[in-house]
T-cell receptor
Framework: AQKITQTQPGMFVQEKEAVTLDCTYDTSDPSYGLFWYKQPSSGEMIFLIYQGSYDQQNATEGRYSLNFQKARKSANLVISASQLGDSAMYFCARGSNYQLIWGAGTKLIIKP | DAGITQSPRHKVTETGTPVTLRCHQTENHRYMYWYRQDPGHGLRLIHYSYGVKDTDKGEVSDGYSVSRSKTEDFLLTLESATSSQTSVYFC?????????????FGPGTRLTVL
């Protein structure tokens, strides 16, 4: 199965520090998209950032950036200057044909 | 706000009863999806739709059926609910015309099967 691996089940980070959430994927598709979503304790699934496999530059959206290393099949999420409101589950997903394939998630807790 | 609503938001039912969950979008997006989320897992695709009356199975489709008679509504039915179907169900829409465009999610439905 072509799967997504998020190796960090949980992370604690001090407020205002940068944090990197790891994501590796397995695919034989020549073209695909990579996505990160945030799920706070309230339960909604919030889209954060997208990276296309042919994009030359790493995607950025405000404090979020995606460190895309295609040869390594790695798509790590970087959050700069973390805030208390960043505490949540974070999911990496890869687009494949008609669906998104999801990792198991990383629980991020920001400490004041 | 992608204009996605799900109903009901919470439901408790008994084993063997039929259950229908509704997903409604306010815009005419072609792709709609049903996922389930269980502890320790990311989301898993149940069924998806690529147009009115056009649906297909996902990874975990056994025990579920879907219907899409209007662009804006995508229904998920559990014909005879089982305890293993206790989960949080998310509906999503794909914003683009391809199946791997960004998906936006509804608020979720928490279903408990006793």
């Amino acid at each position: 199965a072509q799967k997504i691996t998020q190796t960090q089940p949980g992370m604690f980070v001090q407020e205002k520090e940068a944090v990197t959430l790891d994501c590796t994927y397995d695919t034989s598709d020549p073209s695909y998209g990579l996505f990160w979503y945030k799920q706070p304790s309230s339960g909604e699934m919030i889209f954060l950032i997208y990276q296309g496999s042919y994009d030359q530059q790493n995607a950025t959206e405000g404090r979020y950036s995606l460190n895309f290393q295609k040869a390594r099949k790695s798509a790590n999420l970087v959050i700069s200057a973390s805030q208390l409101g960043d505490s949540a589950m974070y999911f990496c997903a890869r687009g494949s044909n008609y669906q998104l394939i999801w990792g198991a998630g990383t629980k991020l807790i920001i400490k004041p | 706000d992608a204009g996605i609503t799900q109903s009901p938001r919470h439901k408790v039912t008994e084993t063997g009863t039929p259950v229908t969950l509704r997903c409604h979008q306010t815009e005419n997006h072609r792709y709609m999806y049903w996922y389930r989320q269980d502890p320790g897992h990311g989301l898993r695709l149940i069924h998806y739709s690529y147009g009115v009356k056009d649906t297909d199975k996902g990874e975990v489709s056994d025990g579920y059926s879907v219907s899409r008679s209007k662009t804006e509504d995508f229904l998920l039915t559990l014909e005879s609910a089982t305890s293993s179907q206790t989960s949080v169900y998310f509906c999503a829409i794909g914003l683009g015309e391809t199946s791997t465009d960004t998906q936006y999610f509804g608020p979720g439905t928490r279903l408990t099967v006793l």
